[in-house]
């Protein structure tokens, strides 16, 4: 059977709900909480309270202790404020306590000291504050004898002598002989902290540097290069040692460093080896007793003979600098022990004699490089196509310096000349190799290991091949500019090779001879080109299916600029268009609409290549409407009338009849966007449009107090739209006498619906839910506030115990938005008019 939401049972329910809160400590509105009269001494009600049953249980274990009466004492007359932390923040302080698994390991008096002063720091003797009394930064005395710090930011916090405040999550719990602020934390005077951390000292000074080591997960492997590099003996001596530790991670990078033969501690086998390791470690160790506070910027002598660290002062925070380009962040200081103290470091710092062992690796010729490089195979394949020695030349003595390119270079080398060019096998006339051969040796220079240091801006550079290229330097970055109007980017610069250095780039570079050849090559129409191209198939057959002398046009003399949009891009327009292919374009009306967006895809009178336009520049089409051109990062896009720009994607395909510039999105005017995106309907008549929010629609009309007027003016409004199963259950819950809308007949019960009704619509914004956070207030029209509550979804808090669930969000009208909800929220004035 259901229970009935009912007038009658109204005022129980909420007596009922309002000892649940205080239970659960749930945030509610400020108004449950007051008037209610205590009659109650502070123990009383902490005993009554499960939620505070750890509270209890603490002053219970510290009045063990002889002499110790705190349930006494707060018992007495008072007045007292009490700061009463929740069973969970006992929970987290005992987690937070090494060896405290539960307050009965509080089984001495010395321990029980320790509680008792904890807890002697919740308690203000001589006052009941209230939370309307307290003031932001303002300093209390605890019984304990130091102070606490009242944080007012929205809610009350309590700052202890720890870096995290405490929040009072229920305020004014009155009671006979005071007041009690329940809070998530259990707070800790200094005395404690101290106390704590002279234990942990304490503790540390009976171990010495090896044993801190062996006992920390995240120093595994220093302890393996401890052991390995034999050192374990000398860092067990009487020191006193620094020791800079670095972690895990750290020797997991520096192996990565060091390649494929150095996979992990075990591949340093040979005596060199282990004696370089050795050096290594001794370079962490001070001979010197060093703690977070003696750090000081200057050169400090290692144990390493004749190398010393530097210590830099970074922003008020110290780094290590070694040998080595890169610093050492220190992540963790003060690792105290009986022979000396550590400090762990991200890491491993190398003297000058690893960086040469690293040096000293064997390299591999340029050849070798690249044959062990996948992304550079087809470079390979053309050194072997070419026949011309150039294999054996790389393999040399040197230097050089090669700009290699990747094979996606290489794919779009092959593109660009055409479909006589599928792969490097086309090369195959005199003629062609002969071009093959000046192409390579013009990304090779000789005499010389450039690294990208020794480049220089502007700087121009003779090739084996006779031509030059000139360095271009932009951000951080090197460009090559060839003889084209393109520069390749250097990808992956200073690839050390025994005979030289690899800079590998995402472009072959084309020397004069081969930008002839290119233009010598006949070119093709720009329908030609479109036919013969594969991925512009879908823009063929729109030219064909819009039947409007496009292709004889783009067939003619021109020049053309034409932006053509891949199979993709037209894929992506059905897609929204909710259409299969190019085919349902079947209607006048349809076919005019394509005529209009391929139309605006063509410049006429020009061949505007991509070194012809400008980032700003606005262009007339054939359609009637401009196109804006935006370049960013040397790439163009093209403005529409939409918000998504296109991406030139291919850039620059001459044509006989002008260029072409393939994009990845079909461009569309703002005369097809109007016929395509009708006018957004308003918050009424999104409603009507929904079957499930008829009776809300309904109930808009039944109240009669013009909210239809004004929920379809200019807004903005939020709206949480309760469903037609919402108001059947508050039908329900109101008993026999309302069984439909219609029963709302009497004036004051239309008021009551139209109180209703506005207590679901905040008026001045339209917040989408991915605004909303977590209690945020939010101001009705009917006066009273709702709560936003974020709890794997988000829930709409009304003045009921039930929260109402948003389970369609983000409807957006042309006055707001609506976000569909499954209960109907009811404010206090209508509950109170409903007892």
């Given at each position: 059977?259901r229970?009935?939401?009912?007038?009658?049972n109204?005022?129980?329910?909420?007596?009922?709900?309002?000892?649940?809160?205080?239970?659960?400590?749930?945030?509610?509105?400020?108004?449950?909480a007051?008037?209610?009269?205590?009659?109650?001494?502070?123990?009383?009600?902490?005993?009554?309270?499960?939620?505070?049953?750890?509270?209890?249980?603490?002053?219970?274990?510290?009045?063990?202790?002889?002499?110790?009466?705190l349930?006494?004492?707060?018992?007495?007359?008072?007045?007292f404020t009490?700061?009463?932390?929740t069973?969970?923040a006992?929970?987290?302080?005992?987690?937070?306590?090494?060896?405290?698994?539960?307050?009965?390991?509080?089984?001495?008096?010395?321990?029980r000291a320790?509680?008792?002063?904890?807890l002697?720091?919740?308690?203000?003797?001589?006052?009941?504050?209230?939370?309307d009394?307290?003031?932001d930064?303002?300093?209390?005395?605890?019984?304990?004898?130091?102070d606490?710090t009242?944080?007012?930011?929205?809610?009350?916090?309590?700052?202890?002598?720890?870096?995290?405040?405490?929040?009072?999550?229920?305020?004014?719990?009155?009671?006979?002989?005071?007041v009690?602020?329940?809070?998530?934390?259990?707070l800790?005077?200094?005395?404690?902290i101290?106390?704590?951390n002279?234990?942990?000292?304490?503790?540390?000074?009976?171990?010495?540097?090896v044993?801190?080591?062996?006992?920390?997960?995240?120093?595994?492997?220093?302890?393996?290069?401890?052991?390995?590099?034999?050192?374990?003996?000398?860092l067990?001596?009487?020191?006193?040692?620094?020791?800079?530790?670095?972690?895990n991670?750290?020797?997991?990078?520096?192996l990565?460093?060091?390649?494929?033969?150095?996979?992990?501690?075990?591949?340093?086998?040979?005596?060199?080896?282990i004696?370089?390791?050795?050096?290594?470690?001794?370079?962490?160790?001070?001979?010197?007793?060093?703690?977070e506070?003696?750090?000081?910027?200057?050169?400090?002598?290692t144990?390493l003979?004749?190398n010393?660290?530097s210590i830099i002062n970074?922003?008020?925070?110290?780094?290590?600098d070694?040998?080595?380009?890169?610093?050492a962040?220190?992540?963790?200081?003060?690792?105290?022990?009986s022979?000396g103290?550590?400090h762990?470091?991200?890491?491993v710092?190398?003297p000058?004699?690893?960086?040469?062992?690293?040096?000293?690796?064997?390299?591999?010729?340029?050849?070798?490089?690249a044959?062990?490089?996948?992304?550079?195979?087809?470079?390979?394949d053309?050194?072997i196509k070419?026949?011309?020695?150039?294999?054996?030349?790389?393999?040399?003595?040197?230097?050089?310096?090669?700009?290699?390119?990747?094979?996606e270079a290489?794919?779009?080398l092959?593109?660009?000349?055409?479909d006589?060019?599928?792969?490097l096998?086309?090369f195959?006339?005199?003629?062609?190799?002969?071009?093959?051969?000046?192409?390579?040796?013009?990304?090779v220079?000789?005499?010389?290991?450039?690294?990208?240091?020794d480049?220089i801006?502007?700087?121009?550079?003779p090739?084996?091949?006779?031509?030059?290229?000139t360095i271009?330097?932009?951000?951080?970055?090197?460009?090559?500019?060839?003889?084209?109007?393109?520069?390749?980017k250097?990808?992956?610069?200073?690839?050390?090779?025994?005979?030289?250095?690899?800079h590998?780039?995402?472009?072959?570079?084309?020397?004069?001879?081969?930008i002839?050849f290119?233009?010598?090559?006949?070119?093709?129409?720009?329908?030609e080109?479109?036919v013969?191209?594969?991925?512009?198939?879908l823009?063929?057959?729109?030219?064909?299916?819009?039947?409007?002398?496009?292709?004889?046009?783009?067939?003619?003399?021109?020049?053309f600029?034409?932006?053509?949009?891949?199979?993709a891009a037209?894929?992506?327009?059905f897609?929204a268009?909710?259409?299969?292919?190019?085919?349902?374009?079947?209607?006048?009306d349809?076919?005019?609409?394509?005529?209009?967006?391929?139309?605006?895809?063509?410049?006429?009178?020009?061949?505007?290549?991509?070194?012809d336009?400008s980032?700003?520049?606005?262009?007339?089409?054939?359609?009637?409407?401009?196109?804006?051109i935006?370049?960013?990062?040397?790439?163009?896009?093209i403005?529409?009338a939409t918000?998504s720009?296109?991406?030139?994607?291919?850039?620059?395909?001459?044509?006989?009849?002008?260029?072409?510039h393939?994009?990845?999105?079909?461009?569309?005017?703002q005369?097809v966007?109007?016929?395509?995106?009708?006018?957004?309907?308003?918050?009424?008549?999104?409603?009507?449009?929904?079957?499930?929010?008829?009776?809300?629609?309904?109930?808009?009309v039944?109240?009669?107090?013009?909210?239809?007027?004004?929920?379809?003016?200019?807004?903005?409004?939020?709206?949480f739209?309760?469903?037609?199963e919402?108001f059947a259950?508050?039908?329900?819950?109101?008993?026999?006498?309302?069984n439909?809308?219609e029963?709302?007949?009497?004036?004051?019960e239309?008021e009551?619906?139209a109180?209703i009704?506005?207590?679901?619509?905040?008026?001045?914004?339209a917040?989408?839910?991915s605004?909303?956070?977590?209690?945020?207030?939010?101001?009705?029209?009917?006066?009273?506030?709702l709560?936003?509550?974020i709890?794997?979804?988000?829930?709409?808090?009304?003045?009921?115990?039930?929260?109402?669930?948003?389970?369609?969000?983000?409807?957006?009208?042309?006055?707001?938005?609506?976000?569909?909800?499954?209960?109907v929220?009811?404010?206090?004035?209508?509950?109170d008019?409903?007892h």
């Amino acid at each position: 059977m259901r229970t009935l939401f009912t007038p009658r049972n109204l005022f129980l329910w909420l007596t009922l709900a309002l000892f649940t809160i205080v239970a659960c400590e749930v945030e509610d509105d400020q108004s449950f909480a007051e008037g209610i009269i205590n009659t109650s001494t502070i123990v009383e009600t902490a005993q009554a309270t499960d939620a505070l049953s750890s509270l209890v249980a603490a002053l219970s274990k510290a009045d063990e202790s002889e002499g110790t009466d705190l349930i006494g004492t707060l018992s007495g007359t008072g007045p007292f404020t009490v700061f009463a932390p929740t069973n969970e923040a006992f929970t987290a302080l005992l987690n937070s306590l090494d060896g405290f698994n539960s307050l009965d390991d509080f089984d001495t008096d010395e321990k029980r000291a320790i509680l008792t002063t904890i807890l002697q720091y919740h308690v203000v003797a001589g006052v009941a504050a209230t939370s309307d009394t307290l003031s932001d930064g303002q300093a209390i005395t605890t019984v304990q004898g130091e102070d606490v710090t009242i944080v007012l930011n929205e809610d009350v916090f309590i700052d202890d002598a720890t870096e995290i405040n405490a929040q009072v999550s229920l305020p004014d719990v009155s009671a006979s002989n005071g007041v009690v602020h329940v809070i998530n934390k259990v707070l800790l005077p200094q005395a404690i902290i101290d106390a704590l951390n002279a234990d942990e000292e304490e503790e540390g000074m009976d171990e010495t540097l090896v044993d801190i080591v062996v006992a920390t997960d995240p120093l595994s492997l220093l302890e393996a290069a401890v052991i390995k590099a034999e050192l374990v003996d000398t860092l067990n001596s009487e020191g006193p040692f620094t020791v800079f530790a670095p972690t895990n991670d750290a020797f997991e990078a520096l192996l990565m460093v060091l390649g494929d033969d150095y996979l992990s501690l075990d591949d340093f086998d040979t005596p060199e080896e282990i004696e370089l390791l050795k050096s290594i470690l001794l370079y962490h160790v001070i001979p010197a007793k060093v703690l977070e506070a003696d750090l000081a910027a200057g050169d400090v002598p290692t144990a390493l003979a004749d190398n010393s660290l530097s210590i830099i002062n970074n922003d008020g925070t110290f780094v290590i600098d070694d040998a080595s380009e890169t610093n050492a962040n220190i992540t963790g200081t003060d690792i105290m022990a009986s022979n000396g103290v550590a400090h762990t470091i991200d890491k491993v710092l190398l003297p000058q004699a690893a960086l040469e062992f690293v040096a000293s690796l064997q390299l591999k010729t340029i050849v070798e490089l690249a044959i062990e490089t996948d992304d550079l195979s087809i470079l390979v394949d053309a050194l072997i196509k070419a026949n011309a020695g150039l294999v054996e030349t790389l393999s040399g003595d040197g230097p050089f310096t090669v700009f290699a390119p990747t094979n996606e270079a290489f794919v779009a080398l092959l593109d660009l000349l055409g479909d006589d060019y599928n792969s490097l096998e086309d090369f195959d006339t005199q003629e062609e190799i002969d071009l093959l051969i000046d192409i390579l040796t013009y990304h090779v220079v000789a005499g010389t290991a450039a690294f990208s240091t020794d480049l220089i801006d502007g700087q121009m550079i003779p090739t084996v091949s006779e031509d030059e290229v000139t360095i271009k330097l932009n951000d951080g970055m090197v460009y090559i500019k060839d003889a084209s109007d393109d520069k390749a980017k250097v990808v992956i610069p200073n690839v050390e090779a025994s005979n030289g250095v690899v800079h590998v780039i995402n472009k072959v570079l084309l020397p004069q001879a081969a930008i002839d050849f290119v233009t010598a090559m006949q070119l093709k129409s720009i329908v030609e080109i479109a036919v013969e191209t594969d991925d512009l198939s879908l823009l063929v057959d729109a030219l064909v299916q819009a039947n409007a002398g496009l292709v004889e046009t783009l067939s003619g003399d021109g020049p053309f600029t034409v932006f053509a949009p891949t199979n993709a891009a037209f894929e992506d327009l059905f897609d929204a268009l909710g259409f299969h292919g190019i085919g349902d374009f079947d209607t006048e009306d349809e076919i005019a609409i394509l005529v209009k967006v391929l139309t605006y895809h063509v410049v006429a009178g020009t061949a505007a290549f991509s070194v012809d336009l400008s980032d700003g520049q606005h262009i007339a089409t054939f359609q009637g409407e401009n196109v804006g051109i935006n370049i960013k990062n040397n790439t163009v896009h093209i403005e529409d009338a939409t918000d998504s720009n296109a991406t030139v994607v291919l850039p620059d395909v001459a044509a006989s009849n002008g260029v072409v510039h393939v994009i990845n999105k079909v461009l569309l005017p703002q005369a097809v966007l109007d016929l395509l995106n009708p006018p957004t309907p308003n918050i009424v008549e999104l409603a009507q449009s929904v079957d499930d929010l008829s009776l809300l629609v309904d109930a808009l009309v039944q109240a009669d107090a013009g909210l239809v007027g004004v929920l379809s003016g200019d807004g903005p409004f939020t709206v949480f739209a309760p469903t037609n199963e919402a108001f059947a259950e508050l039908l329900d819950a109101l008993g026999d006498d309302y069984n439909s809308l219609e029963d709302f007949d009497e004036d004051e019960e239309k008021e009551l619906l139209a109180k209703i009704l506005t207590y679901h619509v905040v008026a001045g914004a339209a917040v989408e839910s991915s605004d909303l956070y977590n209690h945020q207030r939010l101001h009705t029209v009917q006066g009273e506030s709702l709560f936003a509550i974020i709890n794997h979804g988000v829930f709409i808090r009304d003045k009921t115990h039930v929260d109402a669930e948003v389970i369609g969000a983000d409807n957006v009208a042309s006055n707001g938005i609506v976000h569909v909800i499954d209960k109907v929220l009811l404010p206090r004035e209508v509950l109170d008019a409903l007892h």
